[in-house]
Nanobody, 112 residues
Framework: QVQLVESGGGLVQPGGSLRLSCAAS?????MGWYRRFPGKERELVAL???????EYADSVKGRFTISRDNAKNTVNLQMNSLKPDDTAVYYC?????????WGQGTQVTVSS
C-alpha cells in the first residue's frame, strides 16, 4: 500500500518555528511540500528537482528549509519566522513509477 504520512503541524505564534516531516512507504520518492489555503488550489512550498536541487516559493525563501533523510525515506520542512499568512494545510507529494501520490495533510496555524 502506498503511503505518505505527514506529521509536525500545529498551532504556533507568529515568529515561531515548526518542523514538518513526511514519511513514505518503500518505493515512494518524496518530491516535496505543498500547501492549500482555504478555498484555494494547492501551491508549491518547497521541492527537490529531478537533479537534486531545491526550489522554494518566493514567499518562503529564507524562512523554510527542505531536507531529505534517505536512510529513513523522509523529507522534512523546517519552517522559521512563521507568519499568519503561512496558515494552511501542508501536504507532501511523492511519486512511484510516474504516478503522483499525496499525503493526508497536516494543519499549520500561525496565530497569537
Amino acid at each position: 500500500q502506498v503511503q505518505l504520512v505527514e506529521s509536525g503541524g500545529g498551532l504556533v505564534q507568529p515568529g515561531g518555528s515548526l518542523r514538518l516531516s513526511c514519511a513514505a512507504s518503500t518505493g515512494i520518492y518524496i518530491m516535496g511540500w505543498y500547501r492549500r489555503f482555504p478555498g484555494k488550489e494547492r501551491e508549491l512550498v518547497a521541492l527537490y528537482t529531478d537533479y537534486g536541487n531545491t526550489e522554494y516559493a518566493d514567499s518562503v525563501k529564507g524562512r523554510f528549509t527542505i531536507s531529505r533523510d534517505n536512510a529513513k525515506n523522509t523529507v522534512n520542512l523546517q519552517m522559521n519566522s512563521l507568519k499568519p499568512d503561512d496558515t494552511a494545510v501542508y501536504y507532501c507529494k511523492g511519486r512511484r513509477y510516474g504516478v503522483a501520490y499525496w499525503g493526508q495533510g497536516t494543519q499549520v496555524t500561525v496565530s497569537s
